[in-house]
C-alpha cells in the first residue's frame, strides 16, 4: 500500500535561501494539497491542484511560494528567500473523489526549520 | 467565511471511559462537510469520521461517533471506550459547497488518555 510520500523528512537551510519539497500523491489521486502547520496549530490551506492544473491559492500566500504539478502526478513546493517565520511543517495530502465527502490522505509532512 | 472552533486545548481521559471533544464551525453554506482527523505523534493526519450538513442520522465509524447538532452549528466528536492509542492531537474540519475542494480545520484538541 503506498500512501502518499513526502521528502525530504526535514529540511533545515539558512534565511534568504530556496527550498523545494515534493509530494508523490495516491497513484490514481487527481487532486493534491499542500498545507502548512505550526507548532500547536491545525493546518493552514495553501493551494490545490486537480490533475496539472492549480484551481486554488490562499490570499495569505506570499509571492515566495510556488508549487508545481506539471504532469498531473507528483508536485513540487518551493519557497524563496525563506524566513524565520517560514519554519513549519508542510504537509501535502491528495485525493480521488471531487464531491463534498472526499477525504484527504495525507503524508508525514516536510519539517522546515529556518536558522 | 468559513470557520472552526475548538475550544479545548487539551482533554485528559481514562482508559475505557468515554470523551467528547468540541467543535463548533460558521459558514453561509446550505451544502457542507465535517470531518475529523487525528494526529497522533508521528505526524501523520488520519480520518476518522465525516458528517454532511443533510444526513440525518449522526455519523458513526466504529468506537468513534459524531454528536452532529446543525442548529447549534456543533459537531462534537466521542470516543467510546478510550485506548492509550487514542492520545494524539484530534482536528475537526469543513468543506464547503458540494464539489469537493479544501478542508479548513480549526487549532486542535491533544487528548490525553491515562491508564
Known amino acids: 500500500d503506498t500512501g502518499v510520500s513526502q521528502d525530504p523528512r526535514h529540511k533545515i537551510t539558512k534565511r534568504g535561501q530556496n527550498v523545494t519539497f515534493r509530494c508523490d500523491p495516491i497513484?490514481?489521486?487527481?487532486?493534491l494539497y499542500w498545507y502548512r502547520q505550526t507548532l500547536g496549530q491545525g493546518p493552514e490551506f495553501l493551494t490545490y491542484f486537480q490533475n496539472e492544473a492549480q484551481l486554488e491559492k490562499s490570499r495569505l500566500l506570499s509571492d515566495r511560494f510556488s508549487a508545481e504539478r506539471p504532469k498531473g502526478s507528483f508536485s513540487t513546493l518551493e519557497i524563496q528567500r525563506t524566513e524565520q517565520g517560514d519554519s513549519a511543517m508542510y504537509l501535502c495530502a491528495s485525493s480521488l473523489e471531487t464531491q463534498i465527502n472526499e477525504k484527504l490522505f495525507f503524508g508525514s509532512g516536510t519539517q522546515l526549520s529556518v536558522l | 467565511a468559513q470557520k472552526i472552533t475548538q475550544t479545548q486545548p487539551g482533554m485528559f481521559v481514562q482508559e475505557k471511559e468515554a470523551v467528547t471533544l468540541d467543535c463548533t464551525y460558521d459558514?453561509?453554506?446550505?451544502?457542507?462537510?465535517l470531518f475529523w482527523y487525528k494526529q497522533p505523534s508521528s505526524g501523520e493526519m488520519i480520518f476518522l469520521i465525516y458528517q454532511g450538513s443533510y444526513d440525518e442520522q449522526n455519523a458513526t465509524e466504529g468506537r468513534y461517533s459524531l454528536n452532529f447538532q446543525k442548529a447549534r452549528k456543533s459537531a462534537n466528536l466521542v470516543i467510546s471506550a478510550s485506548q492509550l492509542g487514542d492520545s494524539a492531537m484530534y482536528f475537526c474540519?469543513?468543506?464547503?459547497?458540494?464539489?469537493?475542494?479544501?478542508?479548513?480545520f480549526g487549532q486542535g484538541t491533544e487528548l490525553s488518555v491515562k491508564p
Open positions: 474540519a469543513m468543506r464547503e459547497g458540494l464539489g469537493g475542494g479544501k478542508l479548513i
Open positions: 497513484s490514481e489521486h487527481n487532486r
Open positions: 459558514t453561509s453554506d446550505q451544502s457542507y462537510g
